[in-house]
């Protein structure tokens, strides 16, 4: 198997975001007197805003305004984040050095918009790093479908089949799949099923024990 670049998912791969989201859902909620599920906001974790109201509608069945529970979840997010930073997952620093060491092209393939995700990879000190970040606003059909990862891998002048995907969510891991790139899963706050389990490739604990697997691509 030849390997030439690494595409990054970012909340819940490179950074500790989605307990805070997590939290920010079932505040907003609270706000709003109603129950959130935890299966429906990991249903939300990789896909789209779109898709994501989707899921929010059908439960919901038209009761509540997605768009205004998300932007209440957001507040909690920004307050929770100026008291506590943005916490980076662990071996985010040595999978990097790694990276810069051997010369691995790296992407960021994130379903985050464009002005958020840009501040998050600047402060986490990866962005230098990268040869190239596909947002979810630029692209039309998100997670799970494959688009995001084949134009990042398009972008860095990479084949599809010489990319590896790091991914935490279901959504994350059937887009990788589906774009023909080895996954990678790194659990977060989802337990995956048997079947998107079936389209790993490899499931490490932390970043940088991904380091001796790709010791021994090379």
């Given at each position: 198997?030849?390997?030439e670049?690494?595409?990054f998912?970012?909340?819940?791969v490179?950074?500790d975001?989605?307990?805070?989201s997590?939290?920010?859902?079932?505040?907003?909620?609270?706000?709003k007197?109603?129950t959130?599920?935890?299966?429906l906001?990991d249903s939300f974790?990789?896909?789209?805003?779109?898709v994501s109201?989707q899921?929010?509608?059908?439960?919901f069945?038209g009761?509540?305004?997605?768009?205004?529970m998300?932007e209440l979840?957001?507040?909690?997010?920004?307050?929770?984040?100026?008291?506590e930073?943005?916490?980076?997952?662990?071996?985010v620093d040595?999978?990097?050095?790694?990276?810069?060491?051997?010369?691995?092209?790296?992407a960021?393939?994130?379903s985050?918009?464009?002005?958020?995700?840009e501040?998050?990879?600047?402060?986490?000190g990866v962005?230098?790093?990268?040869d190239?970040?596909?947002?979810?606003d630029q692209?039309e059909?998100?997670?799970p479908?494959p688009?995001?990862?084949?134009?990042?891998?398009?972008?860095?002048g990479v084949?599809?089949?010489n990319?590896?995907v790091?991914?935490?969510?279901i959504?994350?891991?059937?887009?990788?799949?589906?774009?023909?790139?080895?996954?990678i899963?790194?659990?977060?706050?989802i337990v995956i099923?048997?079947?998107?389990?079936k389209?790993?490739?490899r499931?490490f604990?932390?970043?940088?024990?991904?380091?001796?697997?790709?010791?021994?691509?090379?």
């Amino acid at each position: 198997m030849k390997i030439e670049a690494i595409i990054f998912d970012m909340d819940g791969v490179l950074i500790d975001s989605e307990r805070q989201s997590n939290e920010g859902w079932l505040w907003a909620a609270q706000q709003k007197q109603v129950t959130m599920p935890m299966w429906l906001i990991d249903s939300f974790k990789g896909a789209q805003a779109a898709v994501s109201c989707q899921f929010f509608d059908e439960y919901f069945h038209g009761t509540q305004d997605y768009y205004e529970m998300r932007e209440l979840r957001t507040q909690y997010v920004y307050q929770l984040r100026e008291k506590e930073g943005i916490p980076v997952k662990s071996g985010v620093d040595e999978l990097f050095a790694y990276i810069r060491k051997t010369g691995l092209k790296c992407a960021v393939a994130t379903s985050t918009n464009r002005n958020s995700a840009e501040k998050t990879l600047h402060n986490i000190g990866v962005w230098d790093t990268l040869d190239g970040v596909m947002y979810g606003d630029q692209i039309e059909h998100g997670k799970p479908e494959p688009d995001i990862f084949l134009a990042a891998a398009e972008m860095i002048g990479v084949a599809p089949q010489n990319c590896i995907v790091i991914e935490d969510s279901i959504n994350g891991i059937k887009a990788g799949y589906r774009a023909g790139m080895k996954v990678i899963h790194i659990p977060d706050t989802i337990v995956i099923d048997e079947e998107t389990k079936k389209m790993t490739y490899r499931i490490f604990n932390r970043l940088d024990e991904m380091i001796p697997f790709l010791e021994g691509l090379r």
